[in-house]
């Protein structure tokens, strides 16, 4: 139908009923009628073609992600058999002559994705690996949780900050809430049905994705040279107040801006229309169409864009004035990292940074700077400590290099949990008795979890007894041992 046609739906009530039933996104099922019926009328010559009884008035797509996920969008106009606690709230209402039925037009919106089981799929693996991620700190929560109920202080760190060393743990947060745009597109034309809360909620997810993308992107800047001026001096910020306020204004701007009826209204109206009614004075657009994929509805963000930018912006500021406001400066001086051995083999920020690497939050004695537990976790570590007895053999000049330390401080009770001993990677050159061993955060849970070590052994990124510390990058951890939960230390 090149200039269009009409869609002609009609519902005699002398023709007999055929009963058939519509299953709504709660799961009620409503009763149709299947007699409704339906004709096409071109509009140049009147030409007239029968449809199906649920034959789409509307079809549109949307490219929400990209191709690959095409999401397509339907409306089928229905003759509705009314229910009776919907027939007693109407003011006046028409029963038909034969078949005893209130019967009214109603509208049923569906849709459609390409590819969805593999969005499925992957949204799964995405969340099963941010659990088994956070399951380490997790771990060290329960720990905590268990020094509190003893009154007894227990380790702290800004969780959010750390996504900045936990590379991995934000890409799987990022990946967790990709697919968002996808649902705001879904809510969208059932706004009317779904409301404003899963339409909020869907923002908020937007808010976080861009929010913990830019986090991501941050990181990546670290990787190019600095100037010497600039060198040890990134620019800081709070990461929490950064996330939280690009969610709070970009959720609370598009609430203000009435966006989800606005949207729901427009829906079907972003091309413009091939037939159109007179009523009342006003032009309606009328007639059955499909809007081509090669076209397709403006995804929601793309119209959203602009007001998202501009509330990150404004909160990546207000995260920096934060930062000013507990700190007193903007800038942060990471020159005295180097003093100590174990921040010394660590890559600092040197753009910016949301880690709290002030020099305050270090133990001085002397010339020496020691790293509190809480640091090491915030940078992506943690202390196990090894009650084996059992010795570490070091080959030190293949796996490791050598540091002298100052003997270890006690300072009060701070979370450690124990784990196996060492196993060298090469052939040992030399032996000592080892205390602690330094891990990554995401090695904490194999570390201490006897049956997960068969399947993957953990990497020590430093052995330490009380005088030495050893630092490798290729010691692992061998067979189980006895853990347990040890009070109060600091690396040098």
């Known amino acids: 139908y090149p200039d269009g046609a009409f869609l002609l739906s009609t519902c005699s009530d002398a023709i007999p009923s055929r ?58 106009a229905h003759c509705v058999d009314m229910l009776e606690a919907e027939i007693q709230a109407l003011p006046g209402y028409s029963i038909g002559k034969t078949s005893r039925k209130v019967l009214s037009i109603g509208w049923e919106n569906s849709h459609d994705v390409d590819n969805q089981a593999m969005l499925i799929a992957f949204q799964l693996f995405m969340c099963f690996t941010s659990l088994a991620l956070l399951s380490n700190d997790g771990l060290i929560t329960l720990e905590g949780l ?25 890409l799987a947060f990022v990946g967790t809430f990709l697919f968002s745009p996808l649902y705001v597109d879904v809510l969208r034309y059932t706004y009317d049905i779904e409301g404003h809360h899963y339409w909020s909620m869907s923002f908020l997810m937007m808010a976080v994705m861009m929010a913990l993308s830019w986090m991501a992107i941050l990181t990546l800047v670290q990787a190019v040279p600095v100037p010497s001026p600039w060198r040890n001096r990134p620019l800081c910020y709070s990461a929490p107040v950064f996330i939280y306020c690009t969610v709070i204004l970009f959720v609370g701007v598009e609430l ?52 998202l930018v501009v509330c990150m912006v404004v909160a990546w500021v207000l995260s920096i004035l934060a930062h000013r406001l507990s700190w007193g400066r903007c800038l942060l001086n990471t020159a005295w990292t180097s003093q100590n051995a ?56 293949v796996s490791c290099s050598s540091r002298e330390s100052s003997s270890t401080v006690d300072v009060g009770r701070e979370s450690h949990l124990a784990a196996g001993s060492l196993k060298p990677p090469s052939k040992p050159c030399q032996e000592t008795h080892a205390q602690y061993m330094v891990v990554s955060i995401y090695d904490l849970v194999p570390t201490i979890t006897s049956w997960l070590r068969h399947l993957y052994q953990p990497k020590v990124v430093e052995a330490s007894d009380y005088n030495n510390s050893t630092y490798s990058a290729s010691t692992q951890s061998s067979n189980p041992t006895t853990t347990m939960t040890k009070t109060g230390e600091i690396f040098v």
């Open 19 to 76: 009963p058939a039933s519509v299953v709504e996104t709660n799961g009620m099922v409503r009763g149709v009628s299947a007699s409704i019926s339906k004709v096409f009328v071109s509009a140049s010559d009147g030409w007239t073609e029968v449809a199906t009884w649920d034959q789409p008035n509307y079809i549109a797509t949307v490219n929400s992600l990209n191709r690959l996920y095409l999401m397509r969008v339907w409306v089928v």
């Open 146 to 170: 268990s020094g509190l109920l003893q009154n007894k202080p227990v380790l702290t760190y800004d969780m959010i900050a750390s996504l900045e060393r936990r590379k991995l743990l934000l």
């Open 256 to 307: 203000a801006k009435g966006r989800g009826p606005t949207q729901a209204a427009d829906f079907w109206t972003y091309i413009a229309p091939t037939l159109e009614l007179c009523i009342n004075g006003s032009m309606w657009t009328s007639g059955a169409y499909v809007i081509e994929s090669d076209v397709g509805i403006t995804p929601v963000i793309y119209i959203v864009l602009p007001d």
């Open 342 to 397: 174990f921040l010394n083999e660590l890559t600092t920020p040197q753009w910016v940074t949301s880690l709290d690497l002030d020099e305050a939050n270090a133990i001085s004695i002397g010339n020496k700077r020691y790293c509190k537990p809480s640091l090491m976790v915030l940078l992506g570590y943690c202390t196990v400590l090894d009650k084996s007895g059992d010795k570490v053999a070091r080959d030190v000049a």
